[in-house]
């Protein structure tokens, strides 16, 4: 006999000892040199320093499930690992430690400050990645890659030089987004839109000349002077403005074009320009222009020919530009004394509430200040049309489709990326400055340069700033594999196949892969990108640290087992769709996972001792013996494998994971196990245990690599102990996928056992209905729909039996007994007599009671809805729940009534 399995399934006890020897045997390894198809993923490479969090654990479990049933399929599957080094969050948290020790940055100095990031890193990087493991993850970890290893960092100064080369990369005075928390500049894409209730100023500008009057039609301030009135959420930016903007072809205000305002607080005079970016409609139509402190405003200073006053500090707060009682003051503390000042000189029009997007910094929240900076960018149009070309050609999809769309959006209205961070973790630009004042070269050089290539000078000065983290992982899908070099990786598994990542990183990072891979490699990196959704908790919060309301998927881990936290997050939501847990009830969220871990035990355990000794029986051997449980079983197996693999290709993971549920909870163990159990204890003869051992044995087999992917573990260690076939491989993560069994499929014994289970459901039910004891058998009377039926229905006659729990079963209708009946679909009626079964007297008593009160519920309900002053005046939804009531009620009386009739003949 197989070796047992213990009577309690423990996944703390099963779970770590399996992934140990999958990793061992090296069964998550993938060969360059195979002459496989290859199935490639490459991970979305999670914070060098994070923890494992719920979005961690749903993303990752769809790329794995992915992975497993491709693995399973034959192909040559690698999943590549890595960390991304995440500029801002890690230099972030070193400066946090730094500051518990009194210490900035600049107080220990730029190589001695990464030298601690590095400590830091390489004493807490590999948290996550172990974490990983024990989801279950088969990465392939001796690929393991990091941002900022050799070869990748070769990779991010290669592409930087082509780029340059190209005049893709230049350095330019812009407006970017600035963190003044993070103290460095943040692309398009990092500075985070949040809907924030703030208020709109309206200030009043006085025109220079006093003596223009009434002849200008604009209203005027007590000493005479006339004014014009602009809208602001942002008063302390006034003091840099250098002109108030309007319309061209505004009435209102074109004949003022080319006259001065007095900016007030400061002193002086800005001009009253036009340009059609101006919307008439909005506020009063004029708009004052700050190009230092605003993107839209910079441009429109451009084409103006404005000056820029620049009148913040890096930290956002007023500098020496600025009026002398405004200087120092933190930009909030300004807005309040700009506001006031404006007031005191009576040139505040109004204030009112108004809702707007603020863009804040996507790592530490802070509100994100534009700011007129020199950066380096990378001229992204000629990038982009390539990559929108591929999305309209079809070679790059997205699921949900509707993302495709998303992408198309922002491509096709692409802007220039900021790539310079001022920061000291992370790749330093490779930008050199000769000190020589007479030559000032530039060099940009794939080496360190030693000497100026102008002047020979040795005196050279690199750029101090840092590369955007995602310059270095847009490279991800082709520098993990190894180029720029040109390496068997790269040849065997360039362009991946799958995408599994989040769509708020849809611009960050999907779309600059797809241009960085067209680009440096010519072709997409992947063909299909599947966007996961977020999870959230029961009250559809995002999880986060500050609410307090994340579930940690390794105390889930502990508490559960990986298989039902895999189980819940898969089968929980659709693609692309948001998915909600209980984190104040874990039992509620993922205790059906782990239930089902242990049904498929209990269900391997109950078949591991009822198979006999030996090797598995080929189904061949008993074609000829099996029945209609095992033909019908064998078909749903057939199905399942056809649904499941259809939904794994469509990317519907849901989909995948609820069919193997169905096939193995509600059809193998509640209908085929429970029919077989007398077979398989011998009762039967030899040659029907046979076919049902054969039968349970292929099921079980198929059961298990159906659900494999989404279940690695409970699956395995089942699997291990079931009798093995002839070629099975060593581990069922190797064994052949299903596909189809289209040899198993058997439309008449479906359409047969759907009968037999529709008696036995229907038995049951009267069960149910008339409180009939579990242990007491029943009387059975089957009026069959034709005497096809009748056959077949006589030749499981023990199935009946058992599972209906029936004592005597005839053919024919009810005779004039009394009893409960039921008329299936197929026209086939089904008549329990009761008498003697249950007390008659005490259940007819029981339904008079009942119809009782139930008519009583229904005068008062009608009562009430008669009420026209109730009717009338109570709220919709209280009226319509009464209208509810009154229905359920009338349905309740109409079964009672006919359950009542039923048992009338016996009185």
Same mark, same amino acid.
């Given at each position: 006999?197989?070796?047992?399995?213990?009577?309690q399934?423990s996944?703390?006890?099963?779970?770590?000892d399996l992934y140990?020897?999958?990793?061992?045997?090296?069964?998550?390894?993938?060969?360059?040199?195979?002459?496989r198809?290859?199935?490639?993923?490459v991970?979305p490479?999670?914070?060098?320093?994070?923890v494992?969090?719920?979005g961690h654990?749903?993303n990752?479990?769809?790329?794995d499930?992915?992975v497993?049933?491709r693995?399973?399929?034959?192909r040559e599957?690698l999943?590549v690992p890595?960390t991304?080094?995440?500029?801002?969050a890690?230099q972030?948290?070193?400066?946090?430690l730094?500051?518990?020790e009194?210490?900035?940055?600049?107080?220990v100095?730029?190589?001695?400050?990464?030298?601690?990031v590095?400590?830091f890193?390489?004493?807490?990087?590999?948290?996550?990645?172990q974490q990983?493991?024990?989801i279950?993850?088969?990465?392939?970890?001796s690929?393991t890659r990091?941002?900022?290893?050799a070869?990748?960092s070769r990779?991010v100064?290669?592409?930087f030089v082509r780029?340059h080369?190209?005049?893709?990369v230049y350095?330019g005075?812009?407006?970017?987004n600035w963190?003044?928390?993070?103290l460095?500049?943040?692309?398009?894409?990092?500075a985070e839109?949040?809907?924030?209730q703030g208020k709109?100023y309206?200030?009043?500008?006085?025109?220079?000349?006093a003596?223009a009057?009434e002849?200008?039609?604009?209203?005027?301030l007590p000493?005479?002077?006339?004014?014009?009135?602009?809208?602001?959420?942002?008063?302390?930016t006034?003091?840099?403005?250098?002109?108030?903007?309007?319309?061209?072809e505004?009435?209102?205000y074109r004949?003022?074009?080319g006259?001065?305002?007095?900016?007030?607080?400061t002193?002086?005079r800005?001009p009253i320009v036009?340009d059609?970016?101006?919307d008439? %409609?909005f506020g009063?139509g004029?708009?004052?222009?700050t190009?230092?402190?605003?993107?839209n405003?910079?441009?429109?200073?451009r084409?103006?020919?404005?000056?820029?006053?620049n009148?913040?500090t890096?930290?956002?707060a007023?500098n020496?530009?600025?009026?002398g009682p405004f200087?120092?003051?933190?930009r909030?503390?300004?807005?309040?004394?700009v506001?006031r000042?404006?007031?005191e000189?009576?040139?505040l029009?109004?204030v009112?509430?108004?809702?707007?997007?603020v863009?804040?910094?996507?790592?530490?929240?802070?509100v994100?200040e534009p700011?007129l900076?020199d950066q380096?960018?990378?001229?992204?149009?000629?990038?982009a049309?390539?990559?929108l070309?591929?999305?309209h050609?079809?070679e790059?999809?997205f699921?949900?489709?509707?993302?495709?769309?998303i992408?198309e959006?922002?491509i096709g209205n692409i802007?220039?990326w900021c790539i310079?961070?001022?920061?000291?973790w992370?790749?330093r630009?490779?930008?050199?400055?000769?000190?020589?004042a007479?030559?000032?070269e530039?060099v940009?050089?794939?080496?360190?340069?030693t000497?100026c290539p102008?002047?020979?000078?040795t005196?050279?000065?690199q750029d101090?700033?840092?590369?955007?983290?995602?310059?270095?992982?847009?490279?991800?899908p082709?520098?993990?594999l190894?180029?720029p070099?040109?390496?068997?990786?790269l040849?065997?598994?360039y362009?991946?196949?799958?995408?599994?990542t989040?769509?708020e990183?849809?611009?960050?990072?999907?779309?600059?892969m797809?241009?960085?891979?067209?680009?440096f490699r010519?072709g997409?990196?992947?063909?299909?990108?599947?966007l996961n959704?977020t999870v959230?908790d029961?009250?559809g919060?995002k999880m986060?640290k500050?609410?307090g309301?994340?579930?940690?998927?390794?105390?889930?881990?502990n508490?559960?087992?990986?298989?039902a936290?895999r189980?819940?997050?898969?089968t929980?939501s659709a693609?692309?769709?948001d998915?909600?847990?209980?984190y104040?009830?874990?039992e509620?969220?993922?205790?059906?996972?782990?239930n089902?871990?242990?049904k498929m035990?209990?269900?391997?355990?109950f078949?591991?001792?009822n198979?006999?000794?030996?090797?598995?029986?080929?189904?061949?051997?008993v074609r000829?013996?099996?029945?209609?449980?095992?033909?019908?079983?064998?078909s749903?197996?057939?199905?399942a494998?056809?649904?499941?693999t259809?939904?794994l290709?469509?990317?519907?993971?849901?989909?995948?994971?609820l069919?193997g549920?169905?096939?193995?909870?509600?059809?193998?163990?509640?209908w085929y196990?429970?029919t077989?159990?007398?077979?398989?204890y011998?009762?039967?003869?030899?040659?029907?245990?046979?076919?049902?051992?054969?039968t349970?044995?292929?099921?079980?087999d198929g059961?298990?690599?159906?659900?494999?992917?989404?279940?690695?573990?409970?699956t395995?260690a089942v699997?291990?102990?079931?009798?093995?076939? %002839?070629?099975?491989p060593?581990?069922?993560?190797?064994?052949p996928?299903?596909?189809?069994?289209?040899e198993?499929?058997?439309?008449?014994?479906e359409?047969?056992?759907?009968?037999?289970?529709?008696?036995?459901?229907?038995?049951?039910?009267?069960?149910?209905?008339y409180?009939v004891?579990?242990g007491k058998?029943?009387?059975?009377?089957?009026?069959a729909?034709?005497?096809?039926?009748r056959r077949m229905?006589?030749?499981n006659a023990?199935a009946?039996r058992?599972?209906?729990r029936?004592e005597?079963?005839?053919f024919?209708g009810?005779?004039g007994?009394?009893?409960?009946?039921?008329?299936?679909?197929?026209?086939?009626?089904?008549?329990v007599?009761?008498?003697g079964?249950?007390d008659?007297?005490?259940?007819?008593?029981r339904l008079r009671d009942?119809?009782?009160?139930?008519?009583g519920?229904i005068?008062g309900? %009608?009562r009430?809805l008669?009420?026209?002053s109730f009717v009338?005046r109570?709220?919709?939804?209280v009226?319509?729940?009464e209208?509810e009531k009154?229905?359920?009620?009338? %349905?309740?009386?109409?079964k009672?009534?006919?359950k009542?009739a039923?048992?009338?003949?016996a009185?």
């Amino acid at each position: 006999m197989a070796e047992p399995l213990p009577p309690q399934y423990s996944p703390q006890e099963t779970e770590p000892d399996l992934y140990r020897w999958w990793e061992e045997r090296g069964f998550f390894r993938a060969d360059a040199s195979s002459d496989r198809d290859p199935y490639v993923i490459v991970i979305p490479p999670p914070n060098v320093t994070a923890v494992l969090h719920m979005g961690h654990g749903l993303n990752n479990t769809m790329q794995d499930v992915l992975v497993r049933w491709r693995r399973m399929q034959g192909r040559e599957a690698l999943w590549v690992p890595g960390t991304d080094h995440a500029g801002i969050a890690t230099q972030n948290v070193v400066e946090r430690l730094l500051a518990k020790e009194g210490l900035t940055r600049y107080d220990v100095g730029r190589e001695a400050f990464v030298d601690r990031v590095w400590q830091f890193v390489n004493e807490t990087g590999g948290v996550i990645l172990q974490q990983l493991r024990a989801i279950g993850s088969s990465c392939d970890w001796s690929r393991t890659r990091f941002t900022l290893d050799a070869g990748l960092s070769r990779a991010v100064r290669e592409v930087f030089v082509r780029l340059h080369d190209k005049g893709l990369v230049y350095r330019g005075n812009y407006i970017i987004n600035w963190c003044p928390r993070c103290l460095t500049a943040l692309s398009d894409e990092e500075a985070e839109p949040e809907e924030t209730q703030g208020k709109l100023y309206n200030l009043r500008y006085p025109l220079a000349d006093a003596t223009a009057g009434e002849a200008l039609g604009l209203p005027t301030l007590p000493d005479g002077r006339p004014y014009l009135v602009v809208a602001t959420t942002r008063p302390e930016t006034m003091l840099g403005d250098t002109a108030v903007a309007v319309h061209p072809e505004d009435e209102r205000y074109r004949h003022l074009v080319g006259r001065e305002l007095e900016l007030p607080l400061t002193g002086r005079r800005i001009p009253i320009v036009a340009d059609t970016y101006v919307d008439p %409609e909005f506020g009063t139509g004029a708009v004052k222009i700050t190009p230092a402190h605003d993107p839209n405003d910079f441009e429109m200073g451009r084409r103006l020919n404005l000056p820029s006053i620049n009148v913040m500090t890096p930290e956002a707060a007023m500098n020496d530009a600025v009026p002398g009682p405004f200087r120092g003051m933190d930009r909030t503390e300004a807005r309040r004394a700009v506001v006031r000042a404006f007031e005191e000189e009576g040139l505040l029009d109004g204030v009112k509430d108004h809702m707007h997007a603020v863009p804040h910094c996507y790592r530490c929240g802070t509100v994100v200040e534009p700011r007129l900076s020199d950066q380096w960018f990378v001229r992204m149009k000629p990038l982009a049309e390539p990559a929108l070309k591929a999305y309209h050609d079809g070679e790059l999809r997205f699921t949900p489709e509707r993302f495709g769309k998303i992408y198309e959006h922002w491509i096709g209205n692409i802007r220039d990326w900021c790539i310079s961070r001022q920061l000291w973790w992370g790749h330093r630009i490779p930008v050199w400055y000769c000190q020589d004042a007479a030559c000032g070269e530039k060099v940009v050089a794939l080496d360190d340069p030693t000497a100026c290539p102008k002047c020979g000078g040795t005196a050279l000065e690199q750029d101090p700033d840092v590369l955007d983290t995602w310059f270095s992982s847009w490279l991800w899908p082709i520098s993990t594999l190894g180029w720029p070099e040109e390496t068997a990786d790269l040849r065997k598994f360039y362009p991946t196949d799958t995408l599994v990542t989040a769509p708020e990183i849809l611009f960050f990072w999907v779309a600059r892969m797809v241009m960085s891979g067209i680009e440096f490699r010519g072709g997409i990196p992947f063909t299909d990108v599947l966007l996961n959704g977020t999870v959230r908790d029961h009250l559809g919060r995002k999880m986060s640290k500050s609410l307090g309301n994340g579930i940690d998927p390794i105390d889930v881990v502990n508490r559960f087992g990986a298989d039902a936290l895999r189980y819940t997050v898969i089968t929980g939501s659709a693609a692309g769709t948001d998915q909600y847990l209980n984190y104040e009830d874990l039992e509620e969220a993922f205790g059906p996972g782990r239930n089902f871990a242990n049904k498929m035990w209990n269900a391997g355990r109950f078949a591991l001792m009822n198979l006999g000794d030996g090797p598995r029986i080929p189904l061949d051997d008993v074609r000829g013996d099996l029945e209609l449980a095992d033909r019908w079983i064998l078909s749903r197996l057939a199905h399942a494998a056809r649904e499941t693999t259809q939904a794994l290709e469509r990317f519907r993971l849901q989909d995948a994971g609820l069919r193997g549920y169905e096939f193995f909870w509600g059809e193998l163990a509640d209908w085929y196990l429970e029919t077989a159990k007398p077979r398989l204890y011998g009762d039967a003869g030899e040659a029907s245990q046979r076919a049902a051992r054969a039968t349970l044995a292929a099921v079980l087999d198929g059961g298990m690599r159906l659900l494999h992917p989404v279940m690695p573990f409970i699956t395995e260690a089942v699997w291990q102990r079931l009798p093995r076939a %002839e070629g099975d491989p060593e581990s069922l993560m190797l064994a052949p996928w299903i596909d189809a069994l289209p040899e198993w499929e058997d439309a008449a014994a479906e359409a047969a056992m759907d009968e037999v289970q529709a008696v036995i459901s229907a038995v049951r039910n009267i069960r149910a209905e008339y409180g009939v004891q579990p242990g007491k058998r029943v009387p059975l009377r089957i009026a069959a729909a034709g005497e096809e039926s009748r056959r077949m229905l006589e030749a499981n006659a023990r199935a009946l039996r058992d599972l209906g729990r029936v004592e005597e079963l005839t053919f024919g209708g009810a005779d004039g007994q009394v009893g409960a009946s039921a008329v299936l679909r197929s026209g086939t009626e089904v008549f329990v007599p009761l008498a003697g079964v249950i007390d008659l007297d005490r259940e007819r008593g029981r339904l008079r009671d009942e119809l009782t009160r139930i008519e009583g519920l229904i005068g008062g309900t %009608e009562r009430k809805l008669g009420n026209e002053s109730f009717v009338s005046r109570a709220p919709e939804e209280v009226v319509g729940k009464e209208r509810e009531k009154l229905a359920g009620y009338r %349905e309740q009386r109409g079964k009672l009534a006919g359950k009542l009739a039923a048992l009338e003949g016996a009185a």
